[in-house]
């Protein structure tokens, strides 16, 4: 493993000359090969791919449990609804750092900046199995065929233009991989713009999420419809979010160990009781909003009943215990409390966006929908291929490590 | 009748043509105006179960012939194979037919969630699919309140199958199959506003016949399917907790928010950006002391 002291090919030989040599020499494996997420990610994935050629064949039908009654199932619910929450970090950091001008959280920018665009490529893209006629997926795009009136139209644009946001805010740091000083350059001037549009983007998209569920409202149970998804969604992906990049950060800070500056590693626990902060402050408002909700449409009725245990345990199980964990962790200055906080937080909005999409969708029917077990292989499937290309650039490109001496003094 | 955004739009469209090109296209509005939905009124009353209008589509739209009939405590369900069903409903007042289909919605939910108008009301009232459009994304299904639209799952170039009123049919100057071919006279096409009119006079004429109730009328913002029966439809498994507004009508406030937030929010990330841009130099001592 190289250190931080790291040689940067195509700069040292005058930009570009042996761009090949190199690519061919980055594409190499680096690191271990056997390792526990490889010797369980690569049957998973190797799993994943036959069902989805399958599922190609002989319809989607054939690999899911879905049904003319539930017609979005675990491909939507977890995969994008969900992964897309998980993904809100990027906008969340980006605003602190760009907008805040708040430059403590700035060594974090880019890995979760990667990690939001990977999020949205795989995702979104996990979108393109869960769709009958993909081949018509540009219908929207390209203009012959404007459905301005849906919500979807919406988060369709949105999601292609913000991977587009989410990859100028990145692509100083594929410049710096390649030594590609003038493109480092221009690339770079345009962040904030790209950053603007993004947290804009960003907004609508992560309520346009809920907003999808809207026109369902006598199909999702009462506990989790009402007008203010769109709000509550837009609330939760803040911690959701946030959540995310403590979580990965803990990990991050142990497997590219070698990677990170001791100076970041020093900064890291301010970093995380930093962000411990936020995610209480993001999460007392959603819990107050969804409170104002409860009493507003007079739910009262509703809670003495399976459904109503099963929300009570979301609202106060991994809403309210998990924002004081992260206010006593931040006091405390307690690392373990706050990513236990974070765990929590993240099963919470799971369980809340499976509730709203899958779980409280239908849920008088006598058959209910489970996902199939291919349908859980082809979810794993998304995430693992994620990881792995995630861990691909990190140990590449400039992200955790500290960018080239040329180009902090453009 | 308040109509969708879309044609909404159309109809602003159409009004700023006229402004630059004056007569003769107001009058080309004018005439588009004039045009009413279609629709079907479904007796109860007269409908015997014969199950003509279900053999009829089945042959018009290429789909098996039924192989089943209606029977009290069975609710066969349309699907991928059927546009049309027709069921038995035991009721305080016997047993009853009660055919379902696509109802045809003023303003369709499906309509409003395609995002590619492979769902499109037609001006003729029909709602109608369009295959070359479609990406199968099904948020359709998800959206109809009265879960009409259904998919090929087991297909790897899948369709969504749905009543579309013989649209075909109806541009030629036809009646819809199912109301060309019900021996019983249970099934009349007409314009909306004719069909409403009709149902009132059956109602208001055999007052002990018919329960009084129009269903279609206001359901889901009203519907191109109008149902007169002997019983309340709560007796006959249709949908009573509808709300009357149209579906579109719950997504509208999200979607006219979208402009807004566009343009004011880059602004104000903008001003907040040049704002903070001091503090960048004083960032690090800050952090030091916390």
Redesign the interface.
Known sequence: MKTSNFEYPIAKDNDGKSIWKFLIHEFKPKGKILTPFNVISVPVIMLGTLIIIYRFIHGIGAVTNLTQEVPWGLWIGFDVVTGVAFAGGAYVLTFIVYILNNQKYHSIVRITVLNGFLAYVFYAGALLLDLGRPWNVINPIIGNSFGTSSVLFLVAWHFLLYMLAQLIEFSPAVAEWLGARRARKILSGMTIAAVIFGITLSTLHQSGLGALYLMAKDKIHPLWYSEFIPIMFLVSSIFAGLSMVIFEGSISHKVFFNQISEENHHAQDGIVRGLSRICAGAMFAYFFLQFLVFIHEKRWGLLNTPMGYWYLLEMLGFVLLPMLMFVYGYRRKSMNVIKTAAILTMVGVILNRLNVTVIGFRWEDTVRYVPSWMEIVVTLTVIFTEIWIFRWVIRRMPVLRDSPAWAKHQ | MGL???VF?KTLGLAGTTLVLGKSVGAATKEKNSVEFYGVLYDSTRCVGCQTCETTCAEIHNLPAPTDAPEVGVVR?T??TRRTVVNLHKTTKGEVYVKSQCMHCNEP?C????????MYKTKEGPVIWR?????????C???C?F?VP?????????KIIKCDMCYDRIKEGKKPGCAENCPAEAIVFGTRRELIHEARKRIAAQPDVYSEFIYGEHEAGGTGEVYVAQVPPVELGF?T???NES??A??K???YS?PS??VL??VL??G??ET?????NH??EA?EN?
Not at chain 2, 111 to 118: D, E, I, K, S
Not at chain 2, 131 to 139: A, H, I, L, S, T
Not at chain 2, 276 to 280: C, F, G, I
């Open positions: 969708d955004r879309r739009m369900k699907n991928e939910a309509a409003a969630a395609c995002l590619t108008q492979a295959g070359n459009k479609c990406m199968g994304c099904r948020y299904m998800v959206s309140p879960d259904k998919f090929e799952y087991h297909s790897p170039n899948p949908k907790n509808l709300q579906y579109p719950l997504s406030g999200f979607l979208v937030v566009f929010l880059p990330l903008l907040i950006h903070t841009k001091d503090n960048k960032q690090n952090d916390e």
